[in-house]
């Protein structure tokens, strides 16, 4: 009898696998820029040991940076570098070359919808990581895989907003093979000169972690991406694919469990009277303006997961 | 030689034959109860359900149910049975699907309704089966699919869920969903999320069964019966609470005081003719009024549809009722769905009548979730099928007071629980259809669902063909005294259940 009232309780004992992550409605799409940003570590990223093994400049064999232009706000976008540096990374199927945009099937804004017919199309809805392994499509994170690399209208449905802390996720599976970590992004501030914008340059800090011989502990390798050139302000459209091959960072990427993401940025906004604002890349201080990252796509294109 | 070894007679073979064909009719109708194997399980059930229905026809066809049918019975059945045509092929579908695929869609989906809709009249026509067996295969199939979506509900919400988490949102492929909206659905052999309405349909359905429980006015009924319709019933009604969802179990109240006035209307009817007469009157009247209204209403909708897309309208302005109106409001996308369906427009703007839209539905594959069954169809299907559909129901209800006045005591609750699987259907979907309840489909089709979009039409679902059952289960012929059935022993009707060697 008692087994049969355990059995019929069991589903209430269980209750819950679809509850683990739910955010209030209106949480990370507030008007106040600084709100919405995302810091969250996975736990036991922030205790792990880290090494830098790699600090990598905007050079072949180093990392790709958008258009390889950085002159005006409005060089900053697309995947012309990497696509020059790297060509069959940018092919499809067919051996023709993967569009950056349109990068989805927009029926909406916030609208789900099939993007199969972007398959072989598109490069970031081809090589997105939520086709690799289901994983990746749930969560708050998902929007990082699902091949969206630009806003269309989405404000910050469409990005992770981070400040300098960044943000840490363990992935829902283990990596055992990929070739090159890239990543779609650009700056964003609260700064009132939206339509004319800056360039900002960033120091991107990239670690990846795996479990040590213990298979408890984890231990980070980073890969620091020195003067990161990005648009800030100048059009949410305009992002930027970033990115190296795991062998240029003397990386090994089999094992990869994790991975966090933080930077630095010095980065002052001028106002219509000519004066000099130093920005804050620290949400929490006292300043007038911030600068954050916009993630809006990481990829570890063509990988295997286990 | 003596008897027993004596090769079976045709009426003891008929016997056998009717106990296996009862048999697999009621597996086949269970498991269009439970959704086998999604949209493309019901696609061969739906064929299979004919078959059986044609096999079965020899053993029914000397029953007194069946020769009963008359030429006027054939003349009133004649707007149902072309029916099933016009919610199969329509330009709405042509739209959405290529051309073979419409046809094969469309043949399936027409010649689904009429099996399954004969499969019921024929096996509730045996008599030797114990209508027991066949609400077994319809609450069978509704209470496990039901229970194991409960089950699987509760693991991945908890309980209550909907009000716990109301305002709450979780991300899935990047996108934002509201989990209080959604309830699990089984689609074929994967769960899915879909819109709470549309999953939450079969147990509703389900929780209407517990109106055969009213027979007990009556008589006594057998504690499995009572058992077999209370956990039934019970397990819909748990899953409506559990979730909760506030308007259904408003909507379940409803349709159980709808069924208690109609049993207490009964009761009286039984106690003497003058009774029976007055109550029958009363009936006609009531009947007679909820036509000329549902009429009236249909007829100011249209014609404010057609003021709409012009620019004008009066419903707007009704006080109180006005509001439902106004653009964007819920009633006023029915009537943009209308407008539609009625008019063309070309590149000036200028709009002309589409009469080929007008009568087989929209040539369009936009959709509307519009929450109203009935106007859905008119959408998706056009004028011709949305009056048919009207008939239909009116003359269910017609024959289910029919049924419900004619029964014998022993089938009572089985005319009951029917009747309540079959209204309760009704005012569900007249409320909270959903003809686009996927959340977030499947990107690649699965063997068993075919659901690359979330477009689920009701005429494609098991509930429409439930309620072709239902129909089916409680059609008698107007000339038609049961008590006769029963008293007439007819040799193919005799189909004791035995076993049966695989070799005879």
Redesign the interface.
Known sequence: MNKKLSLLALPFLLFGCDTTELYPGDAYIDPEFVNNRYNAYDEGLKEASKTVVATLNNEENGYFNGSGVYEQPSDCRGYNQAKQWHPDYFKNSKGGDLRWEPDIDNPGVGVWSDQSSLYDVVYSQTKKLSRLHDGFRKGYLSKLYNGQVRCNAWGFYSLVCLDGDGYGTKFPAELLEGDYFAFACRGGSNSPDGNVGRVSTFDINITFYKFASDLETLVGETVSLLNVKLQTNYSAEATSLVGFDFADANIDPSGIVGMSMDFTCEDTYVDSDGVSHVTSTDFDSESDYYIGLMLLEVLIPDSRWN | MKDNDAKPTLMQTESKQGAVLSFLAIEVVALICFGFAGATGLTILRAAGLCIALFLYPLISNSLRFKSIRKKDLYLLLPVLILPLFLGFSMFHLAISSGLSFVLDGLVTAIGFLGIGALGFMLSSLDKLKKEWILLGVLGGLTLVVLITF?YS??????F?ASI?A?????????????AQEGKYLDGFTFVEADIKFALTLPFILACSGIGLLSLFFQKLDKKVIAGLSVASGVGALNLIFTPHLKAIIALLLVYAVAFVAAWLLKIRAKSEEARKKVDKGVMIAFLVLAALVLLGVFLLIIDSILVSGGGGFLRKIPLLGRYFEDGAFMNRIEVAIGELIFNYDNAGRRSLDFASLLFGANSNLVYDIRIFEFQILYQNGFIAFFLLLYFIFFFVYKGYVALTKVTDQDRFFVFAILGLAFGGFIYLSLFDSELPL???S??DGIFSTH??NLLPLTRSNVALLMAFCFGAIYLPEKLDPAQVVAVPIAVQSADYQEVKIDE
């Open positions: 089950m509760l693991c991945s919400y908890g309980p869920y988490y305002g709450d949102v979780y991300y899935y492929d990047g996108v934002v969903f509201h989990i959340k977030h489909p990107e690649i690359s979009t």
